[in-house]
């Protein structure tokens, strides 16, 4: 996942929503949007539509990851865990659209 979002042009300085249940997908969402060196904003699914497009509205991700049954209309591109392809290799600086720094953000908390 962190590859197909890297492939996206995803990468340090940019928003990624993720619109995903507590589940296994969840954290894997997480640690994609890590380590392509972007940010998350957790969303919960279950917020009322309003809040969901409020967040959206203010935050605006470049991209979001959703459950792969979601028939939610975002204002940006979505994935889903399950369309990435597998690839086990580690994801290093060179596969970055730019590299980390440390004064990247991890997340964003509304």
Do not use: F, H, M, Q
């Given at each position: ?13 940019d928003?990624v ?94």
């Amino acid at each position: 996942l962190a590859r197909t979002l890297i492939d996206s042009g995803v990468g340090s300085e940019d928003l990624v929503a993720v619109l995903l249940p507590r589940s296994v997908d969840l954290v894997v969402a997480l640690l994609a949007v890590v380590k392509s060196g972007a940010a998350y904003l957790p969303i919960d699914p279950s917020y009322p539509d309003e809040r969901i497009a409020y967040t959206l509205a203010d935050a605006s991700p470049v991209c979001a990851i959703v459950a792969p049954d979601s028939l939610r209309e975002l204002p940006c591109p979505s994935v889903s865990p399950r369309d990435a392809a597998a690839d086990s290799r580690p994801v290093t600086d060179a596969d970055r659209v730019r590299p980390l720094r440390s004064r990247d953000l991890a997340y964003v908390i509304y």
